[in-house]
């Protein structure tokens, strides 16, 4: 890759908005992957007039490379598993990772559910957003969690993704969009001229915001 495709993830937000303009949803609810996601989604919901609400998942990483994701879980007790890479580790390892991560979801979800509770999406169009993704794990565990909710179509969204994790995903979601999907990737942040850390605080400002836009 020469050269990064985003500014930031607002600039990455404004311009995935564009591309799901032309697009027909029921009652959409666009649903961000925190925190990176949420500046994202937050530009996405915000040109589409549709309801911002997070979606809890983690990662499950392999216990000696870390950013290698056997795995994924989710709110409402999903998981998710890559098999092809989870039948190389010891089950009870696995489960280890997953209780740790499911513990970071608890935390997340008494800090985020306090400022925005849970949305109903029964009947409703999903519309997932992340910054981006590599392989797809965590994106495909908020696709169990917002069809266990009940969502009607699910929609991903990412700014970049490699080719084959979009193909991947869309065997499972109703629909993918990808603004940039090369084949050879390195990592989500080497597309981005800005991409620090979305801390706790900056995600709790773009939630209490939305509600506010949204009123009683």
Do not use: W
């Not at 925190?34 to 994202?40: I, S």
């Not at 089950?91 to 559910?113: F, M, Q, T």
């Not at 999907?181 to 709790?204: H, I, K, T």
């Amino acid at each position: 890759m020469n050269g990064s495709v985003f500014r930031d993830r607002a600039d990455a937000g404004r311009r995935l908005a564009e591309a799901l303009r032309s697009r027909a949803f029921d009652r959409p609810v666009v649903l961000a992957l925190p925190r990176g996601g949420l500046p994202v989604a937050d530009e996405v919901a915000r040109a589409l007039g549709a309801e911002l609400d997070v979606l809890l998942v983690r990662k499950i990483g392999h216990p000696e490379q870390p950013e290698l994701a056997l795995g994924a879980v989710g709110e409402g007790g999903i998981l998710t598993l890559n098999e092809d890479l989870a039948g190389l580790v010891p089950r009870d390892r696995i489960d280890a990772i997953a209780r740790r991560e499911r513990a970071e979801i608890a935390r997340r979800a008494s800090v985020y559910r306090a400022v925005r509770p849970r949305a109903d999406l029964r009947g409703r169009d999903a519309i997932i957003i992340d910054d981006g993704a590599a392989t797809g794990a965590t994106v495909r565990a908020a696709i169990a969690v917002a069809r266990a909710a009940g969502a009607g179509r699910v929609t991903v969204a990412l700014p970049v993704a490699p080719a084959q994790t979009v193909r991947d995903l869309g065997h499972e979601a109703d629909g993918v969009v990808c603004l940039s999907a090369p084949e050879s990737f390195g990592a989500v942040g080497l597309f981005y001229d800005e991409f620090g850390q979305v801390p706790d605080d900056e995600a709790l400002a773009i939630l209490r915001a939305t509600a506010q836009r949204a009123g009683p």
